[in-house]
């Protein structure tokens, strides 16, 4: 017997709707095991199962369990680490960043940190957004100012 069709996805991808691995999943398992009751309930009583064949489906089976454990858990991880990325990221906001956009140094000062499509970006005041990971210089707004003051003519 084949396992090897059961659906499991993990989704790195938080703002995609998607039926929870547990609904999911849930069908699998009891597919499996109506399977199997049909198996035993339907075999020749001259040929019964072998105890082999038994013990590697409910291996199988055991398997799927574990496997559905381990997905959930992978998902609540992945969640759990874009909202910790947002959080590590907020102390962008008020600051000019500076990054590459296609060869040209940019800079911007940030508005806002959000998650979008599983990447973490930093939303400038101009409503243009960069990722994170392309930031390749961060400054306090004041320090910023405060040359552009000590410029000025007097």
Known sequence: ????SASMNITTNPGQKQQSFQEKNTLGKEQFLQILVAQLS???????????EFISQMAQFSGLEQMTNLNGTMNRFIDHQMQ????ENSHLIGKQIQWEDEGESKTGIVA???????NVL??????????VGNITKVE???????AANENEPV
């Open 112 to 118: 806002a940190v959000l998650l979008k499509e599983g």
């Open 84 to 87: 910790s990325s947002i959080s």
């Open 42 to 52: 339907n075999q020749d009583p001259l040929q019964p199962m072998q105890d082999r």
């Open 122 to 131: 930093a939303e400038l005041q101009s409503g243009e957004q960069v990722e």
């Open 1 to 4: 017997m084949n396992t090897t």
């Open 140 to 146: 306090s707004k004041e320090i910023i100012e405060q």
